[in-house]
């Protein structure tokens, strides 16, 4: 990981966290531990919704860092039953409930999530609360993040932040639907990768810059040659894998620095 720019009392909170994401079970890089440990310490109002949560990994890196960052609560989502094609395979959903709530307790978080074990897009027919965060790992399908996207966008406030987890996988959805519906929309500014994370701030009906769309358009230019491969793949071609890791080397998506990244998301909102 990249040496931080400058200690602070942030960084060093954010660091105990990416510290802590090592020893937790689940499917998400330190560099995306420190990605999400960030969000909270965005100095907006909204909840903090998480779409996924299997075994609670970035559950509890989220609420630690709600809690540090003084935010209160945060809001999860998941059926805890694996009912989708594209969820992980190293528990079964007879375990996973279980391994879900036993983490939780076990690292002190419990009260700090308001938890809804259901269908996402079951919850998005009564979500009314506005969001400062929406973190979005649930069904990889493109229908799956599409409806996640579409139930839950309406309800980001200007400067939010939306992230995709496994953009740069063998997923067709986040991958499909970050290019489609944020790198080519009006409706987000500033967008990039951190590890596998696609994400985006949202400004609704503020304006987008020249400069911004011109690294929207660039990161879209570079992901297409992805995307054909991750829908070969889905089809049954054989993918050559080195041009896989040769295209995905050329998006970047290495580390933030947390106090900077919050200081340019902060800017007019």
Known sequence: MATQSKTTPVAKQIDGLVTLSGALSGHLQKIEAQFLATIPFLPIEGGILEIGSFKGKSTIILAKAA??????RIYACDPLSLPCSTDPTDA?????????FNNLREHEVE??????QMRSETLAGTWDRPL??????????????????TGFEKHLLPGSVICFHDVLHEFEGPIRVFMERI???????????CGSIGWAQFVGDGPVTTQQWKSKFSQYQKLSKLLVLVVKHKNGFKV??????????????????????????????
């Open 67 to 72: 809690a540090m960052a003084g935010h209160g």
């Open 92 to 100: 079964t959903k007879e375990q996973l409930p279980e391994i879900f």
């Open 111 to 116: 009260e700090d999530v308001v938890f809804f």
């Open 132 to 149: 400062k965060a929406l973190w979005i790992d649930g069904d990889h399908t493109y229908e799956g993040v599409m409806t996640d996207l």
């Open 183 to 193: 790198l080519l929309s009006s409706k987000y500014g500033d967008c990039g990768l």
């Open 240 to 269: 050559n894998k080195s041009l896989r890791r040769f295209y995905r080397r050329l998006v970047s998506h290495g580390p933030i620095v947390p106090d900077d990244w919050l200081s340019e998301r902060s800017s007019g909102f």
